[in-house]
C-alpha cells in the first residue's frame, strides 16, 4: 500500500468513527476537568487537535483511536527560506517619497518606496512550520464505542478515551516544563496493547480536505526546503531528522529527533520503514526530545538518547513535576459568570447552544479559560507566533511570523492584567534580539537614528513587508507600540532593574527615532510622512500610503509621556526632557470628522475607511484613557461613535468573520471608555464565532488556527471586570447587564496589586487585594457605595471626592477584604 493510499484509508476511517461517535462522550467515559473540557469528537483537521506544550516543544494530537497522528513543533522551527534582504539605504530620496505625499500621489509615493527596495515583491520572513508526525497505528476489534478526548487546562495534559470489545483503552500526553519534553502514556486491558508507532515527515494529505489547493503548496514547500529525511526504529526507540536546503548563516541547518519506548509486557519489535510495532502490552511510555541544529555536523542524537535515559518511567511523577510549574501559573486566575451544570457539557454542545441573544456563560468561561491555556503553553523564549506554538501545513497563513501591528500585542494583551507577567519577559527579549535589524529600518528607510519595528518578523528584523500596494515601509508606530508594553511591565511588576536596564533604553531608541524624523508643517504641528495606517486605505485615495495616520500619533504620543515618566523615575535623561515636552506640545490634535467620528487619519485631506478590518485609530483607548481624552466628552463620543460604526458596519453582516483580532481592538476601547454593553457586544461574536471543539481561537469564522484572541478575549473580560493604573483601581468599569453576578480572582494591576478576588452582585462588591508595598489608592465603582467595611486586613479607607470612590491605605504583603454596599 503506498502512503499515499494509506493516508486515504485513514482518512475514510476517521470519517466513519465520526459519525460512530456523534454523542459519546458523557462524565461516565472520561472526567470532565474541573478547568478544561471534553469533546466528543476527534480532529478532522489539524486544526481540531487537541494542543499542548511547554512554550518550546508543542503537540498536537489528532485524537483518532486507531489512526492517531500527534504532531510535533518546536518554537524556533522557522523554515529557512535563503538569507535574510537588507533593506538597501533609500534615505537620500526620502524627500522625494514626501512630495508625492504631500501631492497628493499617494500610489505613487508607495510604488517608489516598494522599487528603490529592489523587491521583487511582498517578502515574508521564514515560515513557522510543524517538525513531524508521531503515527500511532491500531487494528479495531468490534466497533469503537465510548469516545472522549478533554484537556485539563490545570495540567496541560491531554487525553483521548475510547473502548472497543477487548476494553477499555487511553493515551494521555503532556509537554513537561521541569523536564523540557514530551511524554505520552498508552494504556488498555492486560496485554492487549497493539500498535505500531513511527516518526514521519508531517503529512498534511492525511487530513479530510486532502486535494485542496493548501495541501498541494504545503507538499510542494516541503519537498524543496526539506531534504535528508531519516526514520529509524530500535526495539525501544525512534529517531527522526532532516536538513534543510535553503540555509544561510545563522539559520537553522538540521532537525533531530529521539523517542524513548518503554513498554510494559509484550514485545517490542523494529520493522522497515522506521516502525516499531508494539503486541501484548500493557502500556506504553514514550519520551520525546526534539533539537535544532545550527551545525548539523554536529549531531545531538547520543545526548537526547543518553537524557532521555536518565528520566524515570513515572508517567504520574513526571506529570506531577510539569504541573507543579504550569499550573501554579495558570491557577492565579478564575473567572466565574455562573456557567454551573453545563461545565459537563462537551464543547460540541456548548458552542451549539450559545447564541447571540444568551450567550452560554459556561462556554465564556471556558473560553476565558483556553485562552490562558493556550498563551502559557505557547510562550517560551519567544512569544506566540500567529499559531502559537502548532502547526500544520509548510504554508501557514501569513507564514505563522510575529505580526507586530496588531495580532502579537491581542495576542499578549492579557499576559500582565492575567497574572502571568514572567511571560512578557519572552516578548521584550525577542523585541530586544531584533534591534540591530530595526536600528537598519530606520537608517535606510527614513536617514534616521533609533529603531523601526517591521509589520512581521521571524528569524530577522529587517522590513520586506511592502510592495507597491502595500506600505508595510511606511508604518512608523511599531517600535512605540512596543515600547508600551517594556514600560507597562514595569508598572505592573515594580521591576526597577528592568526599567533600568531594558525599558527606558528600548524607549530611548524608539523616541530618538520620532527626533529625526518629524518635521514642522506650515502650521507649526508635526508631520508624520509618510505613514501607513495598518492596512488600511484612506476612503478617498487608492493607496495605504498617506501621512499623519492617527496610531502613529498616539502612539508617540504615549511614547514621549511614558519615557518623560521612566526618566524622572530613575533621575535620569534632565538634559533631554525639555525636548520630549517640546515634542509633546507640537503633536497633531485628534480629529473627528463630519459623521462625528474619530478621523483615522489627521488631515482634512484623508477621509475614514471605516469598514476596514483594523481599528488602529483606536490605538489611545487600547489600554487605558490618556488624560486629553478623559478632559473631553466630545473626544469620547467620537471614539464610542467609531466603535459602534465599526461593528455596524464590518461585524453586522460579516459572515466569514474575518480577522477576529480586529474585534478585540474594539473591545478594548469600548472597555476604556466603560461601554459595558458594546464591549459584550463584541464579546458575541468573539465567544460564538472564534473557537472550535478543542478550544482552539481563529481568525476566521471557525477557520484558520490563529491565537490572537486567545490573549485578547481575556484581557477585553478583565478590562471590563477591573481596571488600574498607579494609583487607582476601576472595579466593574464595564460591567454589562448580562452579568449581575460574579467572581473575578488574580487579575493583576499596575502599582504592584493583585485582585485576589472580586465579587459582585447588584447591591454589594466584596474585593480582597495585596499590595507589594505600601500605598494609597482610589478605588472606584460605577455605582454610589451607600456604605463599606474593612473585613481583613490593617488598611485605612475614607471616602473620595464622590460617592463612587474610597481611598485606601493598603499596607504591604498583607491581604485586606473590603465590603461594599452599593445603590444599584
Not at 507543579?324 to 454542545?349: V, W, Y
Not at 503553553?377 to 509548510?394: D, F, I, M, V
Request: with cysteine; net charge negative; hydrophobic share 40%.
Amino acid at each position: 500500500m503506498t502512503h499515499r493510499t494509506c493516508s486515504l484509508a485513514t482518512m475514510l476511517l476517521a470519517a466513519m468513527f465520526s459519525l460512530q461517535v456523534t454523542s459519546s462522550a458523557t462524565a461516565a467515559s472520561i472526567p470532565v476537568p474541573d478547568r478544561g473540557f471534553i469533546s466528543s469528537q476527534p480532529a478532522k483537521t489539524w486544526e481540531e487537535g487537541l494542543i499542548c506544550g511547554n512554550g518550546t516543544i508543542g503537540a498536537n494530537a489528532l485524537s483518532r483511536p486507531l489512526n492517531e497522528r500527534v504532531i510535533f513543533s518546536h518554537e524556533r522551527l522557522f523554515l529557512p527560506m535563503g538569507a535574510p534582504v537588507m533593506p538597501p539605504d533609500q534615505s537620500v530620496r526620502l524627500f522625494e517619497i514626501r512630495q508625492l505625499i504631500d501631492k497628493g500621489l499617494y500610489k505613487q509615493a508607495c510604488t517608489l518606496q516598494a522599487n528603490l527596495s529592489g523587491q521583487d515583491g511582498f517578502m515574508y520572513p521564514d515560515y513557522y512550520v510543524p517538525a513531524f508526525d508521531l503515527t500511532i497505528r491500531t487494528q479495531p476489534k468490534g466497533a469503537v464505542r465510548d469516545y472522549a478526548r478533554s484537556v485539563d487546562f490545570q495540567t496541560g495534559e491531554t487525553t483521548v478515551h475510547w473502548a472497543d470489545d477487548r476494553g477499555i483503552f487511553e493515551r494521555r500526553m503532556f509537554v513537561s516544563r521541569a523536564d523540557g519534553i514530551a511524554v505520552l502514556l498508552l494504556t488498555a486491558p492486560k496485554g492487549k496493547l497493539d500498535c505500531r508507532i513511527a516518526l514521519e515527515p508531517r503529512e498534511p494529505s492525511d487530513e479530510f480536505n486532502a486535494d485542496s489547493d493548501i495541501n498541494k503548496r504545503s507538499d510542494q514547500v516541503f519537498k524543496e526546503h526539506v531534504s535528508d529525511i531519516k526514520s529509524t526504529a530500535g526495539d525501544s526507540w525512534l529517531t527522526y531528522s532532516n536538513r534543510f536546503t535553503k540555509t544561510y548563516p545563522g539559520s537553522i541547518h538540521a532537525l533531530e529527533s529521539h523517542v524513548r519506548v518503554v513498554a510494559v509486557g509484550g514485545k517490542s519489535e523494529p520493522e522497515d520503514g522506521g516502525v516499531l510495532h508494539v503486541s501484548g502490552a500493557d502500556r506504553i511510555l514514550l519520551f520525546v526530545d526534539i533539537r535544532l541544529l545550527h551545525d548539523p555536523d554536529k549531531s545531538v542524537m547520543e545526548e537526547m538518547k543518553h537524557s532521555l535515559g536518565e528520566l524515570p518511567a513515572d508517567y504520574t511523577g513526571l506529570l506531577g513535576r510539569h504541573a507543579k510549574i504550569h499550573g501554579e501559573m495558570f491557577n492565579r486566575m478564575r473567572l466565574d459568570l455562573g456557567g454551573g451544570a453545563d461545565h459537563e457539557r462537551t464543547t460540541e454542545e456548548l458552542l451549539e447552544l450559545s447564541r447571540y441573544e444568551k450567550m452560554n456563560r459556561a462556554l465564556i468561561e471556558k473560553e476565558f479559560d483556553a485562552g490562558r491555556y493556550n498563551i502559557i503553553s505557547s510562550t517560551g523564549e519567544l512569544p506566540p507566533t500567529l499559531q502559537g506554538l502548532w502547526g500544520g501545513t509548510y504554508v501557514p497563513g501569513w507564514a505563522s511570523d510575529f505580526t507586530h501591528n496588531g495580532n502579537v500585542p491581542s495576542a499578549i494583551a492579557a499576559n500582565l492584567m492575567g497574572n502571568m507577567p514572567e511571560l512578557m519577559l519572552a516578548y521584550t527579549s525577542y523585541i530586544e534580539w531584533i534591534v540591530p535589524w530595526m536600528e537598519i529600518n530606520a537608517k535606510h528607510l527614513f536617514g534616521a537614528r533609533g529603531v523601526v519595528l517591521p509589520s512581521r518578523s521571524t528569524t530577522h528584523g529587517f522590513n520586506n513587508a511592502l510592495n507597491p500596494n502595500f506600505a508595510g515601509g511606511m508604518w512608523v508606530g511599531g517600535a512605540g507600540w512596543a515600547a508600551h508594553f517594556f514600560y507597562d511591565y514595569y508598572l505592573y511588576t515594580g521591576d526597577r532593574e528592568f526599567l533600568a536596564k531594558h525599558a527606558l533604553p528600548f524607549m530611548e531608541k524608539a523616541v530618538v527615532f520620532f527626533e529625526d524624523y518629524l518635521y514642522e508643517g506650515p502650521d507649526g504641528k508635526w508631520v508624520f510622512s509618510p505613514t501607513q495606517s495598518p492596512e488600511n486605505t484612506p476612503g478617498n485615495s487608492n493607496s495605504q500610503a498617506s501621512f499623519n495616520a492617527t496610531m502613529d500619533v498616539a502612539v508617540a504620543k504615549e511614547l514621549l509621556r511614558n519615557t518623560i515618566a521612566a526618566s524622572h523615575e530613575l533621575g535620569c535623561n534632565a538634559d533631554k526632557i525639555s525636548l520630549w515636552k517640546e515634542m509633546l506640545a507640537k503633536m497633531p490634535e485628534y480629529m473627528i470628522d463630519e459623521n462625528g467620528i474619530i478621523k483615522e487619519w489627521l488631515t482634512p485631506r484623508l477621509e475614514n475607511r471605516d469598514s476596514h478590518r483594523h481599528s488602529s485609530q483606536l490605538y489611545p483607548l487600547f489600554d487605558g484613557m490618556p488624560e486629553e481624552i478623559a478632559q473631553s466628552p466630545e473626544l469620547q463620543a467620537a471614539f464610542r461613535k467609531s466603535i459602534e460604526y465599526k461593528l455596524d458596519r464590518h461585524w453586522k453582516n460579516n459572515q466569514r468573520g474575518f480577522m477576529s483580532f480586529g474585534l478585540v481592538q474594539l473591545g478594548q476601547a469600548a472597555t476604556s471608555l466603560g461601554e459595558g454593553e458594546i464591549a459584550y457586544h463584541c464579546l458575541k461574536h468573539l465567544v460564538n464565532r472564534f473557537w472550535l471543539n478543542n478550544l482552539a481561537s481563529m481568525h476566521n469564522h471557525r477557520s484558520l488556527f490563529n491565537m490572537d484572541i486567545s490573549g485578547g478575549m481575556p484581557a477585553v473580560i478583565i478590562k471590563m471586570l477591573a481596571a488600574s493604573e498607579p494609583g487607582r483601581i476601576q472595579l466593574l468599569p464595564a460591567l454589562p447587564k448580562a452579568w449581575p453576578t460574579g467572581t473575578i480572582e488574580g487579575v493583576l494591576c499596575r502599582g504592584q496589586i493583585e485582585i485576589k478576588n472580586l465579587r459582585w452582585s447588584p447591591d454589594e462588591i466584596a474585593i480582597t487585594l495585596v499590595s507589594a508595598r505600601k500605598q494609597t489608592v482610589s478605588l472606584e465603582t460605577p455605582v454610589d457605595i451607600a456604605r463599606f467595611a474593612v473585613k481583613q486586613g490593617g488598611a485605612a479607607v475614607e471616602r473620595g471626592n464622590t460617592r463612587r470612590c474610597l481611598i485606601v491605605t493598603l499596607p504591604a504583603q498583607q491581604e485586606v477584604t473590603l465590603e461594599l454596599d452599593t445603590d444599584s
